[in-house]
C-alpha cells in the first residue's frame, strides 16, 4: 500500500511518501493552494492514501483537495497519535509524516483510524 503523510510545519508542509518496503521520499510543499492540488493528484494518480493529524483538518486544506480527486483520506487523532510519538520519540516534522504515512500498512493501527467521507458536492440536486 502506498501512503503519504503530511505534517504542518512554519514553512509549509512536509509530505513523505511509503510505498511498501521501499525508501520513504520526503516532499517539501510550498504553501500554496496550487502545491496542495498538485500533491493530491499526485497521490490519485499513484493510488495513494493520505493520512493527517486530526489538528491538520482545520489548519490545511490539503485533506479537502485530496477528498476531491479521489484519494482516501485517513485521520489520526488523540489520543493515537500524541502517544506513538511520544513513545518513539519523535519529535520533528519528517519522522511525523513518515509514522503517519505508515500507520495504514499497520492492521490494529488502522482501526485506530478515522476515514474522511467525501463531502456531497454542493451543486448536486437532491433527487428524493
Known amino acids: 500500500m502506498t501512503a503519504c503523510g503530511v505534517w504542518l510545519t512554519r514553512r509549509g508542509l512536509v509530505a513523505v511518501i511509503v ?12 504553501d500554496t493552494t496550487e502545491a496542495r492540488r498538485a500533491l493530491a493528484l499526485h497521490l490519485a494518480d499513484a ?29 489520526a487523532g488523540a489520543p493515537l497519535l500524541p502517544s506513538l510519538r511520544a513513545a518513539a520519540g519523535i519529535t520533528g516534522a519528517r519522522p511525523s509524516a ?14 485506530k483510524l478515522r476515514r ?6 454542493p451543486r448536486q440536486i437532491s433527487l428524493l
Open 98 to 111: 513518515a509514522l503517519l504515512a505508515r500507520l495504514p500498512a499497520i492492521p490494529w493501527l488502522r482501526d
Open 19 to 30: 510505498d511498501g518496503p521501499g525508501r520513504p521520499r520526503t516532499l517539501r510543499l510550498a
Open 47 to 75: 493510488r495513494a492514501h493520505l493520512v493527517v493529524d486530526e489538528a491538520l483538518l482545520e489548519a490545511d486544506p490539503i485533506a479537502t483537495h485530496a477528498l476531491r480527486v479521489g484519494v482516501t483520506v485517513w485521520v
Open 116 to 121: 474522511m467521507d467525501p463531502a456531497d458536492d
